[in-house]
């Protein structure tokens, strides 16, 4: 990339050691790095801008610099003030951390190696959500974390807690979320003899996480932990990881014993602990190089000029856009642009609800279960602006086949997804919020008429046709749901129906695992939901298979006593299994039929919540909006037919105009 060294006084006062950090705005073009005379004063340009600085300790420098994404370079220097006079113990700064962050509720399950920081948490005002599972421990932190936007705490102890907790890790990676798993390793002196309970914590979270620590000092734990928070908040947020050995969480700290905020990230980076991940692909081998035409910068107001140009040419135009969206905050600024340019919008998963779902703006979820006219919308336009997308494959179909009649601007905050997987005409590393503004302000109010009358046809044409006991259940729950409800699923044919059913009006309403596509997320997703905003009524719509993957957080769940319902399609079947192997198998059903149904309305009793099981065609509009219209937990065991599919579906590999269709 061409990144350039300056030397960086990170305290303002002269060091002992000090750090090179070479520093590069991600917001620039990779080819034209900031200089030094840029980053002092860096706040209005660079807070909220990720940073890509390469930090390498001096011993290093030559041979290996590490990556790392900051929100600014004052993360290097946030550690918080100590009282000289009053020691804090290792866990009592965790504490202290969690609690200066306004952190209300944390969550996870404790173990011989983190019980001094459980035994610390007695003493505060931070909830402590005890979960039963530590996967269900990372997914209510998700939930908490998706709701919000902030990133949330989870906790796990040493070997089988950690382990656990990789699966929502690599969820929360793979879908940006921003957490903060504090983690307990054996004591130090323990490390490397195969102790009990001890695995090698930041090797298994590193290719899952942003960035994996390991905290081998109490003055490395004071300076790592505020910078986890930067790091999973800041820029593309994502999870972090401190490992914290036990004997760290018993040291006590003083203001004169610490480090300089660099040594500490020295420490971890010298160790080969601190290796930051965020610069990581999830596969090193199919790492491209970006096919852009033209990179433009985002601080330059000829860049908006530019492509509000294109917009104002172009005679279809169309806004494609994803996650992005709701995590910048950019929703308002997304629709004033739709608006006064008269831009359709079509969506990935998981840009649903960012944009109103009733709309007649809104053309849908577009890709592999999107409906067909979004798919034929989406060819025919002719200039395509993906904002906070990242051209997944279940949203592209055949990537070589996708948008083939247009010119492409994608602006994401993430250099990486830029031209990853699509070749583009112009990319822009901008955070969404800031973009879309930025066109706001340069393109003049446009129409298009003749596009308009062209989608009117292409809906009339190629309409989404939902039919079949599961739809008719989610037509009856998008009737009764506020606007506001949050809705969480797990994955299958489920996940898929609740997205075509209902119409996402408001962002981070509809919580779901994309990237991983994890089954098991939505119970725990949902507890978080309903912890972070207890006013919502929440739903998880699950599927039998799903739903039994992290069952046991319905005890969670009836502790709590939260308004969350879970519906549970219930067919018998590993549903979306059962499909491909329908129609891509020859029909081969190999283990995706239950041999025994579980009545999950008995289980959940059992567990000391209301429920009730009912068919299908027992469904009615009043019937579940009186069930859910009650406070507390609930739920609802749906049986479904077997035998349905969830249409229309783009064959892996296929392009997006290769449907298979629903019979109409
Ligand atoms: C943890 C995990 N294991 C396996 C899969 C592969 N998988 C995707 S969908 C699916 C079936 C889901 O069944 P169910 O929850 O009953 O939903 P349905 O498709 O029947 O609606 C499976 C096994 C997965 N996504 N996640
Ligand atoms: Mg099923």
């Known amino acids: 990339m061409g990144l350039r060294r300056v030397r960086l006084s990170l305290s303002g006062r002269p060091r002992k050691t000090s750090q090179i950090v070479t520093l590069t705005p991600i917001t620039a073009s990779p080819a034209r790095p900031h200089s030094r005379?840029?980053?002092?004063?860096?706040?209005?340009?660079?807070?909220?801008?990720?940073?890509?600085?390469?930090?390498?300790?001096?011993?290093?420098?030559?041979?290996?610099?590490?990556?790392i994404l900051l929100q600014s370079p004052c993360a290097l220097a946030t550690a918080p003030e100590l009282t000289p006079a009053l020691p804090l113990?290792?866990?009592?700064?965790?504490?202290?951390?969690?609690?200066?962050?306004?952190?209300?509720?944390?969550?996870?399950?404790?173990?011989?190696?983190?019980?001094?920081?459980?035994?610390?948490?007695?003493?505060?005002?931070?909830?402590?959500?005890?979960?039963?599972?530590?996967?269900?421990?990372?997914?209510?932190?998700?939930?908490?974390?998706?709701?919000?936007?902030?990133?949330?705490?989870?906790?796990?102890?040493?070997?089988?807690?950690?382990?656990?907790?990789?699966?929502?890790?690599?969820?929360?990676?793979?879908?940006?979320?921003?957490?903060?798993?504090?983690?307990?390793?054996?004591?130090?002196?323990?490390?490397?003899?195969?102790?009990?309970?001890?695995?090698?914590?930041?090797?298994?979270?590193?290719?899952?996480?942003?960035?994996?620590?390991?905290?081998?000092?109490?003055?490395?734990?004071?300076?790592?932990?505020?910078?986890?928070?930067?790091?999973a908040e800041g820029g593309r947020p994502g999870p972090v990881l401190i490992d914290i050995p036990k004997d760290v969480f018993k040291e006590h700290v003083f203001q004169q014993d610490l480090g300089h905020a660099g040594d500490a990230q020295t420490h971890g980076l010298e160790r080969g602990t601190g290796t930051p991940t965020s610069e990581a692909p999830?596969?090193?081998?199919?790492?491209?190089?970006?096919?852009?035409?033209?990179?433009?910068?985002?601080?330059?107001?000829?860049?908006?000029?530019e492509l509000a140009a294109a917009i104002e040419q172009s005679e279809r135009p169309l806004l494609y856009i994803g996650g992005g969206i709701h995590m910048s905050g950019a929703a308002g600024a997304l629709f004033a642009l739709a608006c006064r340019a008269?831009?359709?919008?079509?969506?990935?998963?998981?840009?649903?609800?960012?944009?109103?779902?009733?709309?007649?703006?809104?053309?849908?979820?577009?890709?592999?279960?999107?409906?067909?006219?979004?798919?034929?919308?989406?060819?025919?336009?002719?200039?395509?602006?993906?904002?906070?997308?990242?051209?997944?494959?279940?949203?592209?179909?055949?990537?070589?086949?996708?948008?083939?009649?247009a010119r492409i601007a994608h602006i994401d905050i993430d250099a990486r997804e830029i031209g990853k997987i699509k070749p583009v005409a112009w990319g822009v590393v901008c955070d969404a919020g800031r973009a879309l503004s930025a066109l706001l302000e340069h393109v003049s109010p446009t129409t298009h008429p003749g596009w308009r009358e062209r989608l009117l046809v292409l809906r009339a044409r190629h309409p989404l046709s939902l039919s079949g006991g599961a739809c008719e259940v989610l037509g009856h729950l998008g009737a009764v749901i506020a606007p506001d409800t949050i809705v969480t699923t797990d994955v299958g044919q489920h996940q898929m129906w609740t997205v075509q059913?209902?119409?996402?009006q408001q962002a981070r309403t509809l919580l779901t695992s994309g990237g991983l596509g994890t089954m098991g997320f939505g119970l725990p997703?949902?507890?978080?939901?309903?912890?972070?905003?207890?006013?919502?009524?929440?739903?998880?719509?699950?599927?039998?298979?799903?739903?039994?993957?992290?069952l046991q957080e319905l005890a969670t769940l009836a502790e709590l006593g939260s308004?969350?319902?879970?519906?549970?399609?219930?067919?018998?079947?590993?549903?979306?299994?059962?499909?491909?192997?329908?129609l891509f198998y020859g029909q081969r059903f190999s283990a995706s039929h239950f041999q025994q149904s579980t009545d999950f309305a008995a289980v959940a009793?059992?567990?000391?919540?209301?429920?009730?099981?009912?068919?299908?065609?027992?469904?009615?509009?009043?019937?579940?909006?009186?069930?859910?219209?009650?406070?507390?937990?609930?739920?609802?065991?749906?049986?479904?037919?077997?035998?349905?599919?969830?249409?229309?579906?783009?064959?892996?590999?296929?392009?997006?105009?290769?449907?298979?269709?629903?019979?109409?």
């Open 501 to 504: 059913c209902l119409r996402f």
């Open 37 to 67: 005379a840029a980053l002092p004063d860096a706040d209005p340009s660079m807070r909220g801008a990720a940073l890509l600085a390469s930090i390498v300790a001096p011993a290093r420098a030559e041979t290996r610099p590490e990556l």
């Open 605 to 664: 009793r059992a567990f000391g919540i209301r429920a009730h099981a009912v068919d299908a065609t027992d469904v009615t509009r009043e019937r579940l909006g009186a069930w859910l219209a009650e406070a507390g937990p609930c739920l609802i065991d749906v049986r479904v037919a077997g035998d349905e599919n969830v249409l229309p579906m783009v064959p892996p590999g296929a392009s997006n105009l290769e449907m298979i269709l629903a019979e109409c």
């Open 563 to 582: 308004n969350v319902a879970v519906l549970v399609l219930n067919n018998g079947q590993l549903g979306l299994v059962r499909q491909q192997q329908q």
């Open 282 to 305: 999830l596969v090193p081998v199919l790492r491209r190089p970006a096919q852009v035409t033209t990179w433009l910068d985002a601080e330059r107001q000829a860049t908006w000029a």
């Open 342 to 405: 008269d831009l359709p919008v079509v969506s990935s998963l998981h840009g649903l609800g960012s944009f109103p779902g009733d709309d007649p703006r809104f053309l849908g979820m577009l890709g592999m279960h999107g409906a067909p006219y979004t798919n034929h919308a989406t060819e025919e336009a002719d200039l395509v602006i993906a904002v906070g997308a990242r051209f997944d494959d279940r949203a592209t179909g055949d990537p070589a086949k996708f948008c083939r009649n």
């Open 525 to 550: 997703a949902a507890i978080g939901a309903a912890l972070a905003r207890p006013e919502a009524r929440v739903v998880c719509v699950s599927g039998d298979g799903s739903i039994a993957m992290n």
């Open 89 to 231: 113990t290792g866990a009592e700064f965790v504490v202290r951390e969690i609690e200066r962050r306004g952190i209300e509720v944390i969550v996870g399950i404790p173990g011989g190696a983190i019980l001094p920081l459980y035994d610390a948490l007695q003493a505060s005002r931070v909830r402590h959500v005890l979960a039963r599972h530590e996967q269900g421990a990372g997914f209510i932190a998700q939930g908490m974390a998706r709701a919000t936007g902030k990133a949330a705490v989870c906790l796990a102890t040493s070997g089988p807690g950690v382990t656990n907790l990789i699966t929502a890790l690599a969820d929360a990676r793979a879908d940006s979320v921003p957490l903060v798993a504090i983690t307990a390793q054996v004591p130090r002196a323990l490390i490397g003899t195969d102790a009990f309970q001890e695995v090698d914590t930041v090797a298994l979270a590193r290719p899952v996480t942003k960035q994996a620590f390991f905290a081998d000092s109490i003055e490395a734990l004071v300076r790592l932990l505020p910078l986890a928070f930067e790091l």
